[in-house]
Structures are given as C-alpha cells and as structure tokens.
C-alpha cells in the first residue's frame, strides 16, 4: 500500500470510528462544555472540519466566514455528517496534489508549501483534535472510548 494510500485510510477509518462513537451522544452531551478548556466535542469538530474546508479551498477568498457560519448551525447528525464526507474527500484528494499546495495561515494569508509538508500538517492537526475530542468523550460520558492509533489500523481484524 503506497504511504498516500495508507494515510487517506487510515485518516477515513479512524475520523469514521470516531464519528460512529459521537453518534451514541445525546444532543445535550454533544455541545457539553468541558469544565477545564470551555470546549464542547461540536466546538472541536467544527474546528477540525472547518481547517479541512478552508484547506480544500484555498483558492476562493472569504470563504473562511461563510464556511464557519455554516458549520455553527448544523446540529449534531448535520455536522457528524459532514465531517464523515470531507474525510472522504480529503482521501480522494490525496493522490492528485500537486508538487505544491497553497496553504493558508491562521491570518488568512497563503503560502505555496511542498504537498508533503501541507499534507503533514493536516493529518498532524486532524490527529491533535481527534485525541481531544475522544477525551472530551471520556470525561462527559465515563466511558472508555475506541483506539484511533495507526498501530490499531495496521493490526486491526477485519472490520
């Protein structure tokens, strides 16, 4: 399996795990606060779907407000959803990047970056919020929670 190949599964399989698990939430657990960081699990996914979105799209400016407002208004099987297609999306993508992508910064500014270097970055980014997510779980539902490492993906049995 080539490594682009590999990353675009294993990112699919473990957002997909993930998504299958914060479905069981009730609404009011979903948008939960947490004590200590003020995040609710729908603030965090509209945030690591919005950094997919506007990096899919960093050719149209001013998307960055009208895609933010948009994720803000989806209840929680709207935005599950969506996130479970940019994922798909993000995989499809994988093999046609060009020698370089333009990335924005957090300032909205862009810079041409090496594929290698832009698709580090949003896998590196999606990894970060995925553990947080999955400990927000644990702390609203006392609840273990699913593995999403690459050693489980790799050892998995057939799912």
Request: glycine share 2%.
């Amino acid at each position: 399996m080539s490594l682009m190949r590999n990353i675009g599964a294993y990112y699919r399989w473990a957002d997909t795990k993930v998504i299958e698990l914060l479905s069981t939430l009730s609404e009011e657990e979903f948008n939960q606060e947490s004590e200590g960081s003020k995040k609710s699990i729908a603030k965090l996914i509209q945030h690591l779907v919005l950094y997919y979105e506007i990096n899919l799209h960093t050719y149209q400016k001013g998307i960055y407000d009208d895609i933010k407002l948009k994720l803000s208004k989806m209840d929680q099987s709207q935005l599950l959803t969506h996130w479970k297609e940019i994922i798909i999306r993000f995989e499809e993508i994988l093999f046609t990047f060009p020698d370089t992508m333009k990335m924005p910064t957090p300032d909205m500014k862009i810079l041409d970056v090496p594929a290698e270097v832009y698709i580090f970055s949003t896998t590196d980014h999606s990894t970060y919020h995925r553990g947080q997510i999955i400990l927000l779980y644990k702390e609203i539902t006392n609840n273990e929670a699913v593995s999403t490492d690459h050693y489980s993906f790799i050892t998995r049995s057939k799912e």
